[in-house]
């Protein structure tokens, strides 16, 4: 077993590593208050970017519950990690002293979108990160009322503080007692993942990297047949990314992508797709033309949907809402529900549709709009995603799903399942808070 102090020392090795991409480093605190003392429940330690702006700074006293958000320097962060107690003791937060009982435990690391790690969505940032507790795993502090007062934010129980204001997933962990320490690696991430019928093309973003310094892995199957090879990151986009293109077989279905570094060999980002999955954020597939040819004769089903325009926006958001409270789907704009391309005006369609899914939906809904040409015709094609935030209504109008090939308000009992299956899974891990 680690040591505490051996523990200590990988932390800070960490953290001298990559120091130069650090900035400012967040600091949010939920802790119990007893007369003048303060003692820990959890608390989030992260290094931000030295390209972040500042955070917004917060503090709420509820009385037996104290609220703190606050940014400390890089050197203060080796300071009070080079002096963590094991065991009862102090920790300090700028002229605060915060009571605990802790050893640190060793450091690992997690890739944001690894479906084969537990606690990978632990927080919610796109990069690499080492996450290392200091924590205790028994005698806890529990705490699972709701905080209220006059003039302060309303959380109705322990968990909405820990997503809402400590920046905790707490349906993606398995302890959120203690400090946990997040040292991310901002030197380069895949950002975008474009699937075409005979290309993939993977865009990356390096911060801290030249992009001659990393390389792509790729690992493609579509039953027998298999497929590996490099992608090499040559080619300069607009914005300033870098990205890399290489042929593909028709019909693959199963891709995984890793992002190496080319000096220590170490994995900085890697993505899994399987067309039977939801798409993973940050995955697209460009639809050729012959093959949106062949979705819109096949018609309307119950992941297709034509409008012939947008209209006012009501029974386009209806949709929107209907395909994130089932299996998400494509919205074509631009056809008529007789399949007939009729095209658009050359309005700009994209803030249009912007603004109606912000104004009309709730809560926020992933969807990804792009306009397209097909015989000539201008179109827009809307493909949203299932929400992991179920339900999702349509402002003052209700919560519609999908049926078959049309969209209907959810009927009492549908709601119930909805609801079910939502506390189902925020309570898997119950027993570990």
């Not at 080079?82 to 890739?111: H, M, V, W």
């Not at 919205?331 to 912007?354: A, E, F, M, P, Q």
């Not at 809307?382 to 799903?401: F, H, Q, T």
């Amino acid at each position: 077993m680690t040591s505490h102090q051996d523990c200590i020392q990988e932390l800070l090795q960490k953290i001298r590593i990559r120091q130069h991409m650090y900035g400012l480093v967040s600091v949010s605190c939920f802790l119990r208050k007893e007369q003048s003392s303060l003692t820990n429940i959890t608390t989030l330690i992260m290094p931000l970017s030295n390209e972040s702006t500042e955070p917004k700074l917060d503090e709420f006293d509820y009385g037996d519950i104290v609220l703190l958000k606050t940014t400390i320097t890089i050197e203060n962060l080796i300071e009070l990690i080079s002096s963590l107690p094991q065991g009862p003791g102090s920790f300090k937060i700028g002229n605060r002293s915060i009571n605990i009982d802790a050893t640190l435990e060793q450091c690992y690391d997690y890739l944001p979108f690894d479906n084969a790690r537990s606690d990978n969505n632990f927080v919610d940032i796109p990069w690499k990160f080492t996450k290392c507790e200091y924590a205790k795993r028994t005698n806890v502090i529990h705490y699972h009322s709701s905080l209220t007062a006059a003039k302060l934010p309303f959380f109705p129980d322990r968990r909405s503080v820990l997503r809402d204001f400590i920046g905790i997933n707490t349906d993606d962990c398995t302890r959120t007692f203690g400090v946990f320490f997040i040292l991310p690696d901002y030197s380069s991430r895949i950002k975008e993942v474009i699937i075409g019928s005979t290309t993939l093309k993977v865009n990356i973003e390096t911060r801290y990297k030249k992009n001659t310094d990393v390389i792509g892995k790729l690992y493609c199957s579509n039953g027998t047949m298999v497929m590996q090879d490099d992608i090499v990151f040559d080619c300069k986009e607009a914005n300033g990314d870098f990205s890399g293109t290489i042929n593909i077989e028709q019909n693959t279905n199963h891709f995984q992508i890793v992002l190496l570094s080319k000096i220590d060999n170490s994995i900085l980002d890697k993505r899994e797709i399987n067309f039977g999955w939801t798409l993973p954020e940050g995955v697209f597939i460009d639809i050729p033309d012959y093959n949106l040819e062949v979705l819109i004769k096949n018609g309307e089903n119950q992941t297709t949907e034509f409008k012939k325009t947008i209209g006012d926006g009501h029974e386009f958001a209806e949709t929107v809402v209907a395909f994130a409270n089932s299996q998400g789907g494509i919205i074509i704009i631009g056809v008529d529900n007789k399949t007939n391309i009729v095209g658009l005006d050359n309005r700009d369609h994209i803030n249009t549709i912007t603004n109606i899914i912000s104004s009309l939906c709730e809560p926020t809904i992933e969807y990804y709009p792009e306009e397209r040409s097909l015989q000539q015709k201008e179109l827009v094609l809307v493909k949203v995603m299932e929400g992991r935030n179920k339900p999702y209504s349509l402002r003052d109008r209700g919560v519609y799903i999908r049926a078959h090939a049309t969209d209907r308000i959810a009927t009492r009992f549908e709601l119930d399942e909805i609801y079910s299956q939502k506390y189902n899974q925020k309570n898997v891990h119950e027993n570990n808070y």
